[in-house]
């Protein structure tokens, strides 16, 4: 999160005053207590400083957690997403079998004049054939998970959004997309597992700052 001027303010006499009352703090910025009571709270919660009864405030630094959790936050998706793997919903069931697995992805998004209209996966895919269908002949249109039920994620969103949809829906990957003027969905990237785990090995790598 972004502090205050006030707050960075009240972290800067900490440093150089510890350990220092509230109404000493108060006093140097030239407010009430009373005002300066809810920064003095989030510096606490944030671990950036501490407080001991009967002695005062003091500079502790923000935590390894916070600091992780913020750089998290600032990462977006389009920066991470991966090349979407689209094919038209008039295609067949076997060419669909055929692109996904020259392009070794998890699922392909299906769209009909660019606008996405759904999304099939290997699962969905492996039934399909289990089902005795006629491969050739049957569009992939009939076996799609269609919009309004698909999870998708924008490229602004950030990409612990994306990792959270991916946890907790069971999926492997997303559609990232944006919205026409007219109202239909452009499909513009994946963000999947593997985009995930090439964020933490980066991260873990020193990589990410």
Request: hydrophobic share 40%; with cysteine.
């Amino acid at each position: 999160m972004n502090l205050s001027k006030r707050q960075s303010e009240i972290i800067e006499l900490v440093k150089a005053n510890q350990p220092t009352t509230g109404d000493e703090i108060a006093e140097k910025i030239g407010v009430s207590r009373a005002t300066i009571r809810p920064d003095l709270a989030v510096l606490t919660m944030l671990s950036i400083l501490g407080a001991r009864p009967n002695v005062g405030y003091f500079y502790k630094g923000a935590s390894e957690i916070s600091l992780v959790k913020d750089r998290i936050a600032n990462l977006k998706v389009e920066d991470y997403m991966s090349f979407p793997f689209v094919m038209d919903e008039k295609s067949s069931v076997y060419d669909v079998i055929v692109g996904l697995f020259l392009e070794d992805v998890s699922s392909v998004f299906i769209t009909n004049n660019g606008r996405l209209t759904g999304v099939v996966s290997r699962k969905d895919l492996i039934r399909t054939t289990i089902g005795g269908m006629d491969l050739n002949k049957t569009p992939i249109s009939l076996v799609m998970t269609r919009m309004p039920n698909i999870v998708t994620i924008g490229p602004e969103d950030s990409v612990f959004e994306g990792a959270r949809l991916i946890e907790e829906r069971g999926i492997d990957g997303l559609p990232v997309v944006e919205t026409e003027e007219n109202g239909d969905i452009t499909v513009v990237g994946r963000f999947t597992k593997t985009n995930v785990n090439r964020i933490f090995v980066e991260f873990c790598k020193g990589e990410i700052i």
